[in-house]
């Protein structure tokens, strides 16, 4: 079930913007590799909870965006996942 415009409003970690269906974040890095690494990482944990996120990896950053697409929207397992991205952060 998605979460309403409040929800999101109230559970939306720190550092995450909401855009449209999906809550996105941009993670700066020193050099390309540790983003490469740190987007490896991410992809383990979202494999591990069969959520998929899409990463873009930039020179010295990694963007990623979080929906249910299942649901049509952001659930609480967009957020969960976006706030063990950030303890991996």
């Known amino acids: 079930m998605t ?5 999101i409003a109230a559970q939306l970690p720190d550092e995450w913007d909401r855009e449209g269906d999906e809550i996105v974040r941009v993670y700066e890095f020193d050099d390309y590799l540790n983003g ?3 987007a490896s ?3 383990e944990i979202a494999d591990e909870a069969f959520h998929h996120p899409e990463l873009i ?4 950053s990694v963007e990623v965006r979080l929906t249910s697409h299942e649901a049509g ?3 609480d397992d ?3 996942l976006a706030e063990q991205f950030d303890d991996e952060y």
């Open 36 to 38: 490469v690494s740190f």
């Open 41 to 43: 990482d991410l992809a």
């Open 73 to 75: 929207g952001i659930t």
């Open 57 to 60: 990896i930039g020179f010295r």
């Open 78 to 80: 967009d957020i969960r």
């Open 3 to 7: 979460l309403s415009d409040e929800e």
